[in-house]
């Protein structure tokens, strides 16, 4: 596997400063760009893992910290694995800190993401590619939607209420994305029911993006996060699979 070469990097921001986990293949070169959405657990050991696994396939992928106007990563105390037992408590710190994510802070910081993406001397020019993971999904197609000329390929993988009936509701951002997308939902997630995963289907279709959607039988809401109770070993490779392919495809143009 390629060896890479990881740092924490500043992003200034409309708002202050913002943390990010920055990793691309070592040595000397410029790659793909790579944004990748954490879930509400945020950037740390297990995610900038992903995050190195996707950099040894070629990439330079960018993980930023999208609740740093409440602190640097992790803005909460994280235990070594999050279960059941733990999983509320985190909950109760976190939630309001998803909540106030709007999608015009969203798109704002998006902005200075795709910005700083562009001045680094180690991303090469062209399109970039956009992965999330739970609400890191919901990040995801709100940045494609809003910046069509930058996203090339976007992913998400157990993403929760995508396709709702808010006006605000991720799924319009299919509207005006121009990029590729792929969506792995879990089955086993109740907050991706199967009424939405229609609703953002028929989104796409409507849209003329190109786009699949599966359905990951047996997985539960986090598959990927190999840190929490609902890791899934397989349905994480499987996921690995269609991203890849998905950006190889897309990026390497």
Same mark, same amino acid.
């Given at each position: 596997?390629?060896?890479?070469?990881?740092?924490?990097?500043?992003?200034?921001?409309?708002?202050? #400063?913002?943390?990010?986990?920055?990793?691309?293949?070592?040595?000397?070169?410029?790659?793909?760009?790579?944004?990748?959405?954490?879930?509400?657990?945020?950037?740390?050991?297990?995610?900038?893992?992903?995050?190195?696994?996707?950099?040894?396939?070629?990439?330079?992928?960018?993980?930023?910290?999208?609740?740093?106007?409440?602190?640097?990563?992790?803005?909460?105390?994280?235990?070594?694995?999050?279960?059941?037992?733990?999983?509320?408590? =985190?909950?109760?710190?976190?939630?309001? =800190?998803?909540?106030?994510? #709007?999608?015009?802070?969203?798109?704002?910081?998006?902005?200075?993401?795709?910005?700083?993406?562009?001045?680094?001397?180690?991303?090469?020019?062209?399109?970039?590619?956009?992965?999330?993971?739970?609400?890191?999904?919901?990040?995801? =197609?709100?940045?494609?939607?809003?910046?069509?000329?930058?996203?090339?390929?976007?992913?998400?993988?157990?993403?929760?209420?995508?396709? &709702?009936?808010?006006?605000?509701?991720?799924?319009?951002?299919?509207?005006?994305? #121009?990029?590729?997308?792929?969506?792995?939902?879990?089955?086993?997630?109740?907050?991706?029911?199967?009424?939405?995963?229609?609703?953002?289907?028929?989104?796409?279709?409507?849209?003329?993006?190109?786009?699949?959607?599966?359905?990951?039988?047996?997985?539960?809401?986090?598959? &990927?996060?190999?840190? #929490?109770?609902?890791?899934?070993?397989?349905? &994480?490779?499987?996921?690995?699979?269609?991203?890849?392919?998905?950006?190889?495809? &897309?990026?390497?143009?």
């Amino acid at each position: 596997m390629t060896a890479v070469q990881g740092s924490t990097v500043e992003i200034p921001t409309q708002d202050g #400063t913002a943390d990010a986990y920055f990793v691309r293949p070592a040595g000397d070169g410029r790659y793909p760009a790579v944004l990748l959405y954490q879930d509400a657990f945020g950037p740390r050991p297990a995610l900038n893992a992903m995050a190195d696994r996707l950099a040894a396939e070629g990439y330079a992928v960018l993980t930023p910290n999208v609740f740093y106007r409440h602190g640097r990563a992790p803005v909460v105390e994280l235990p070594a694995h999050i279960d059941h037992d733990n999983r509320g408590a =985190l909950f109760a710190q976190l939630m309001p =800190l998803m909540q106030g994510l #709007t999608p015009d802070l969203v798109v704002a910081d998006a902005h200075a993401h795709l910005g700083w993406l562009a001045d680094c001397p180690q991303v090469a020019d062209g399109p970039i590619g956009i992965t999330g993971y739970c609400m890191g999904a919901r990040l995801a =197609l709100h940045t494609a939607g809003a910046f069509p000329d930058r996203v090339a390929a976007v992913g998400g993988f157990h993403g929760g209420r995508l396709a &709702t009936d808010q006006p605000d509701s991720p799924h319009l951002a299919a509207a005006t994305m #121009t990029a590729e997308a792929y969506f792995g939902h879990a089955d086993q997630d109740q907050s991706m029911p199967p009424e939405q995963q229609e609703r953002l289907e028929k989104a796409f279709t409507e849209a003329g993006v190109t786009h699949r959607c599966e359905v990951y039988r047996g997985a539960g809401h986090g598959y &990927t996060q190999s840190d #929490t109770s609902e890791f899934d070993s397989a349905a &994480t490779e499987r996921h690995w699979v269609a991203l890849l392919d998905l950006f190889d495809r &897309t990026l390497r143009g």
